[in-house]
């Protein structure tokens, strides 16, 4: 495995020199190699981190005397930035935000330091972290390398209220006609709404984390289970040409360009009225500020021909094995995915806005229960994705709304960047799922050899 995750770094590392100077360059770091009293996280700029770092001065400083520097950046960003960082131990930055993605072949690689002290904690309470997530941050040496913030799957949000005015019905299981049948009718429904906002955006955490589920449902695969690839086969090509129609007719405006945070802006602003994405959006529309909070409904992850097509995914945090601060940086992450500074959360922002999906006893709270009603949706979601088995054919690796090699940050975000131009109308389908499945077959036949 070791040159071929060596090869893979390499060329996210060289995405990464066509990125900004912004968000390749240093920023956000400056704290001196000795001082033990100082930590640098590079994150995310989801709403979960941001209220972490608000939050951190006046709670873990205060208690620890420990200055945490946080690097935020959007999320294709940040995957260039810390796939740089961590490939060449630079050593900069002590702590990252990392996923069931990167963590197994991270710490494959020996770019990351074990959590053993994290996860013996008694106050920690590993026991309490959802099994999934446990299981996916383990290395092959059976040590865990990661601690998740919040933990997520997918399903599709609606306006309940824009609904019962047009006399929509939303099912309890929708499949993806039902949903663009949907789509049409709610396009319009009030001034300058549209039927649904998808992901555009080029990346392979951007558009491709809810195609993919899209494709898996339709019958399609990124290769089967001897590595040949599958990019153009009709399945494939079938899932995301009702993609691209769908958010080309009733999609946001500027979709080639639309992730995650467009679409939460554009569905908590009533600019369209439904959403398929991420679970973990719901806290940020049922917060207390939120101008749409009451009005959402969730139901499960769209399908075709598979019984559920939601994801697993969790932004967790992993320890640079270069850094020089590993004992400040296990507290930070003890305290960051800890039950109790969900609480404090819940007891400064609400419960809305607890960064969930990781803990049972989060589900078992009555008040987070009271708070949130999205939790039985997000917690069944969560239990159904099944990374072993996400389609209806046998994969090679595991993995929903990704393949399970480091190879594929490279695979799908070029992909990513012809279905994007699709979306814009500014090329087709076919060609970009063509040249896609050239670059996955020369993968595929690395990996048959």
């Not at 939050?55 to 005397?65: C, I, P, Q, S, V």
């Not at 824009?162 to 009030?190: E, H, R, S």
């Not at 994801?311 to 400040?328: F, I």
């Not at 993995?399 to 960047?417: H, K, N, R, W």
Request: aromatic share 10%.
């Amino acid at each position: 495995m070791r040159p071929k995750i060596r090869a893979a770094s390499l060329a996210v590392g060289a995405l990464c020199i066509v990125l900004s100077a912004s968000a390749c360059s240093g920023a956000g770091g400056g704290t001196a190699a000795g001082d033990q009293n100082s930590i640098n996280v590079l994150m995310v700029n989801n709403p979960q981190m941001e209220d972490l770092q608000k939050l951190t001065a006046d709670n873990f400083t205060k208690e620890t005397g420990i200055k945490v520097n946080y690097t935020i950046l959007p999320e294709n960003d940040v995957r260039a930035k810390i796939s740089q960082e961590f490939s060449s131990q630079a050593g900069q930055y002590d702590v990252a935000s990392l996923s069931n993605y990167e963590i197994p072949f991270y710490s494959a690689n020996g770019w990351l330091a074990p959590l053993d002290s994290v996860a013996k904690d008694a106050s920690f309470n590993q026991a309490d972290i959802l099994p999934a997530y446990t299981a996916s941050l383990t290395g092959k040496d059976g040590k865990l390398y990661g601690e998740p913030f919040y933990g997520e799957s997918s399903f599709l949000m609606y306006r309940k209220d824009i609904f019962d005015a047009k006399g929509l019905t939303m099912p309890a299981k929708p499949t993806w006609d039902q949903v663009a049948d949907l789509a049409a009718k709610a396009d319009g429904a009030a001034p300058g709404m549209k039927g649904i906002c998808l992901r555009g955006q080029p990346g392979w955490g951007q558009v491709f984390a809810p195609l993919t589920t899209v494709v898996n449902t339709f019958g399609g695969t990124w290769f089967d289970k001897d590595w040949n690839a599958k990019v153009n086969a009709p399945e494939f090509t079938a899932a995301t040409q009702f993609y691209v129609d769908l958010v080309r007719a009733h999609g946001e405006a500027g979709a080639a360009q639309a992730g995650f945070t467009e679409c939460l802006n554009n569905m908590s602003q009533s600019k369209t009225a439904m959403w398929y994405d991420a679970t973990s959006a719901a806290g940020s529309l049922e917060a207390a500020d939120s101008p749409v909070k009451g009005k959402i409904g969730y139901v499960q992850a769209p399908v075709k021909e598979t019984k559920s097509s939601g994801w697993l995914w969790t932004w967790s945090w992993g320890v640079q094995a270069a850094s020089k601060k590993q004992d400040a940086a296990d507290k930070f992450i003890a305290w960051a995915s800890s039950q109790k500074y969900e609480n404090l959360v819940a007891s400064q922002l609400g419960w809305a806005k607890v960064p969930s999906g990781k803990r049972i006893s989060t589900y078992e709270n009555a008040d987070f229960q009271k708070a949130a009603p999205f939790f039985q949706a997000e917690r069944t979601a969560i239990e159904n994705a099944d990374p072993k088995n996400p389609g209806v054919q046998p994969r090679p690796v595991v993995g929903i709304q990704f393949v399970g090699i480091p190879e594929f940050a490279d695979l799908g975000t070029t992909v990513s960047q012809g279905v994007s131009s699709a979306i814009a109308g500014q090329g087709s389908v076919a060609d970009a799922l063509a040249k896609g499945q050239d670059a996955a077959q020369k993968i595929g036949d690395k990996y048959k050899k």
